[in-house]
């Protein structure tokens, strides 16, 4: 199921100025580059460069912007909810009570609980749009909404470890332990205080000495899947925050997931090598999971002031329709400062827009997660 045709992209926002060969992948194979369901039909990439894109961009109409940004605020506007008896009519109460529905102390707001056990892999081989704060604040909001979550950090620099505010310092039992030396998900896996039943397996920098070690090691593009095979824990979530490049790390992460969840930048070059994450996860459900699946799409850093952010939202929605959630996460400087303090945004700031837009982005993939049938079977099985 591999295909040369040559690139041609629809979209007109931060795709790169030339179509380049097809690139060869992991598995040796040519892969096939493209959107899904887009038969090479649609306009030829822009060739100018970001200024006179920028322009274009600037003087834009603007309804389809404004549909897009009245979207968003309805979403948000759902999620907090009317005040009552304008009770709570004012800024600071507003937020109190924003940060009570996103904490949920008391324990009696849950979200749906999926029918089977969802691993969903965290992937986009550009650094730096989201995927490591997403993995964080989306499992602490599924936790502190009555999940069992395991989050698997598979990042050398463990970044996902920092947020969790688990110990991953070089030595410590983590995710190196698993993939090389084969120990297990459940003798390295570390409590996260910040929610209940919320679980972290650390990454360390040893990490990062595994790409070359799992060279030799047969069946080494399975290694994370047979230990999720054997990790019986009773979990409902499991997600996998993956490196930015597309190496056997990452390869792992997406044979051992059922889903991929993309974070998408609201950036000018967002969508630029996007193509070839989709061509390795085609090639991946053709030769080494035939159960995977681009099940969701999340928008990041999403700044109301520009016009730009408001078009890639909407060139994203043109192209992945119902995968791309409904709400949007904000640029959020709380958002940004959390992991400095070891936390997630939902404890550190529950009350800011970026804890509230992650908690109703966790409500939207676990209600979605009740229509979903079981994975297929897996064609290496
Ligand atoms: P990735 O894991 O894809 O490399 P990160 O999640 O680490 O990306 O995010 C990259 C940087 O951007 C981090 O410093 C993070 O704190 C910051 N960041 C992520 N999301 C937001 C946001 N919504 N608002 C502000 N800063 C953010
Ligand atoms: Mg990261």
Redesign the pocket.
């Known amino acids: 199921m591999t295909s040369t045709t040559p690139v041609r992209r629809p979209s007109r926002i931060g795709w790169p100025a030339e179509a380049g060969p097809a690139k060869t992948d992991i598995a040796g194979a040519p892969a096939p580059i493209g959107w899904i369901g887009v038969d090479g039909v649609g306009e030829s990439p822009p060739a100018a460069g970001p200024s006179s894109e920028d322009e274009r961009v600037t003087h834009e109409p603007t309804a389809t912007l404004d549909a897009s940004r009245t979207r968003i605020k309805s979403v948000l506007d759902d999620a907090v909810g009317s005040p009552r008896d304008g009770e709570l009519d004012t800024p600071i109460m507003r937020e109190a009570a924003q940060a009570v529905r996103v904490l949920n102390p008391t324990r009696d707001s849950t979200f749906p609980r999926p029918g089977h056990r969802r691993v969903i892999t965290v992937a ?1 081989q ?9 993995t964080v604040n989306l499992a602490v909001a599924l936790a502190l909404h009555g999940l069992r979550v395991l989050v698997i950090d598979l ?1 050398p620099q463990g ?1 996902a470890s920092t947020g969790l505010g688990v110990e991953h310092s070089s030595g410590t039992p983590s995710i190196y332990e698993v993939l090389v030396d084969g120990a297990s998900l459940a003798e390295t896996a570390v409590a996260v205080e910040q929610a209940p039943n919320l679980w972290c397996v650390p990454a360390t920098i040893d990490l990062a000495g595994a790409e070359i070690e799992l060279v030799s090691v047969v069946a080494r593009e399975h290694r994370l899947r047979k230990a999720i095979e054997a990790y019986d824990h009773e979990v409902d979530y499991i997600l996998v ?1 993956c490196p ?1 490049s597309l190496g056997l790390l990452t390869v792992n992460a997406l044979v051992a997931g059922d889903e991929v969840l993309i ?1 998408i930048q609201c950036e000018y070059y967002a969508l630029e090598g996007l193509g070839q994450l989709l061509s390795n996860i085609d090639l991946i459900q053709s030769h080494l999971n035939g159960g995977l699946r681009v099940s969701t799409i999340l928008l ?2 999403y700044d109301g002031r520009t016009k730009l952010a408001d078009q890639v939202a909407q060139e994203v929605r043109n192209h992945f329709g119902d995968l791309v959630l409904d709400v949007v ?5 709380r ?2 400062e ?2 400095g303090y070891g936390q997630s945004v939902m404890t550190y700031d529950p009350g800011s827009r ?1 804890a509230l837009t992650y908690f109703e982005a966790a409500r939207e993939i676990a209600v979605r997660g009740t229509q979903l049938a079981t994975p297929g079977r897996r064609e290496s099985e």
Do not use: L, Q
Request: no cysteine.
């Open positions: 986009n550009k650094g730096g749009v989201g995927k490591t704060t997403s990042d970044n925050d930015p974070p990041t850093m996460i904000p640029r959020s400087v958002v940004s959390a992991p970026g």
